[in-house]
């Protein structure tokens, strides 16, 4: 990914310098370099800002906040309200799981049902399916309990 981040560098491929970013962030993460995986989110999501790309930006907000939700519950709800935003009332998995985490930093139960709806709304093209990817099985599974 270093070497793809690299390339993409030296031919001018902001888009995928962006995403080797956000992908070495993920890896960091994975090794649990928390400081360097945000470092990473953090470069890639004004990468992805530059190219006007709102579903990269949202992503990375995803992703910083769910390494922060259980050392700084407040900024990881920012940043997951940030990416919500981002996202607006496009369906997906990244905006299911922004309203599920958010849903768990909720302590008001009309909030924390409300994300759960919207959640689960986000994953609405998925639900009647036969064959689902595994984590919109398991987000949907946990959203109904």
């Known amino acids: 990914l270093q070497e793809a981040g690299t390339l993409a560098a030296d031919v001018g491929d902001a888009v995928g310098l962006a995403y080797a970013r956000e992908l070495l962030g993920l890896v960091a993460a994975r090794l649990g370099d928390e400081e360097e995986a945000t470092a990473h989110w953090a470069e890639a999501q004004l990468r992805y800002e530059q190219l006007h790309d709102d579903d990269g930006q949202a992503r990375c907000l995803l992703h910083r906040a769910t390494v922060l939700m259980a050392a700084d519950p407040a900024r990881a709800r920012e940043l997951l309200t940030d990416s919500v935003a981002l ?59």
């Not at 922004?98 to 986000?122: F, K, M, N, V």
């Not at 639900?127 to 987000?139: G, I, M, W, Y």
């Open 87 to 145: 996202r607006g009332d496009r369906p997906g998995v990244g905006a299911a799981l922004a309203h599920a985490r958010l849903a768990e930093l909720t302590r008001d139960g009309r909030t924390w049902e409300r994300h759960r709806q919207l959640a689960r709304e986000a994953l609405a093209p998925w639900q009647d399916r036969l064959e689902q990817p595994e984590e919109v099985t398991a987000l949907l599974e946990d959203l109904t309990n």
